[in-house]
T-cell receptor, first 112, second 111 residues
Framework: DGGITQSPKYLFRKEGQNVTLSCEQN?????MYWYRQDPGQGLRLIYY???????QKGDIAEGYSVSREKKESFPLTVTSAQKNPTAFYLC???????????FGQGTRLTVV | RKEVEQDPGPFNVPEGATVAFNCTYS??????FFWYRQDCRKEPKLLMS???SGNEDGRFTAQLNRASQYISLLIRDSKLSDSATYLC????????????FGQGTTLQVKP
């Protein structure tokens, strides 16, 4: 079955460590997105990519980095420069010209 | 001005009530419009797309007003199972592909 997979579901890290969140899709979608959601808040766009080897900053890109070396994969690195990294991270993909974004199940990152 | 503004609620309504949510957008490059539903601690899922002519899916009606730059969602005959957070979503013009979510409106339907 086609879908989008995020791993791990729960992640704990010590303050000051970089951590990479995985996002893989086998839907052959061109566009991929990373969002952050804090309790009681909506989704805020971190980075997005329309094609391989290209990506754009979203509204809250500071302290994050991404790569898009393959169409299927869009990993997000939360760096030590991110002041408040504890959050729920969601990855999504969208077909070019499509009308529905598909989401992974999310990664809950806790930095202690 | 925020790109998307949405009343966070919460909206507390009795079963059977009709409830409406609005969402305004400031970027006229918005190309496509959607309503998503998010249950607690889960990923958002598409509820319905929003078309210029308005569209209906059972108890749910979505409308788009390009002149005033807002979309709306109407839920008739609310059910307990409608309790969730409803997110408006905007896809900007295809050459940027930016997909923006509203803050979400929480709906609680009570018996």
């Amino acid at each position: 079955d086609g879908g989008i997979t995020q791993s791990p579901k729960y992640l704990f890290r010590k303050e000051g460590q970089n951590v990479t969140l995985s996002c893989e899709q086998n839907l052959n979608h061109d566009a991929m997105y990373w969002y952050r959601q804090d309790p009681g808040q909506g989704l805020r766009l971190i980075y997005y990519s329309q094609i391989v080897n290209d990506f754009q900053k979203g509204d809250i890109a500071e302290g994050y980095s991404v790569s898009r070396e393959k169409k299927e994969s869009f990993p997000l690195t939360v760096t030590s420069a991110q002041k408040n990294p504890t959050a729920f991270y969601l990855c999504a993909s969208l077909r070019q010209g499509g009308t529905e974004a598909f989401f992974g199940q999310g990664t809950r990152l806790t930095v202690v | 001005r925020k790109e998307v503004e949405q009343d966070p609620g919460p909206f507390n309504v009795p079963e059977g009530a009709t409830v409406a949510f609005n969402c305004t957008y400031s970027n006229s490059a918005s190309q496509s419009f959607f309503w998503y539903r998010q249950d607690c601690r889960k990923e958002p899922k598409l509820l319905m797309s929003v078309y210029s002519s308005g569209n209906e899916d059972g108890r749910f009606t979505a409308q788009l007003n390009r002149a005033s730059q807002y979309i709306s969602l109407l839920i008739r005959d609310s059910k307990l199972s409608d309790s969730a957070t409803y997110l408006c979503v905007f896809l900007f013009s295809s050459n940027t592909g930016k997909l923006i979510f509203g803050q979400g409106t929480t709906l609680q339907v009570k018996p």
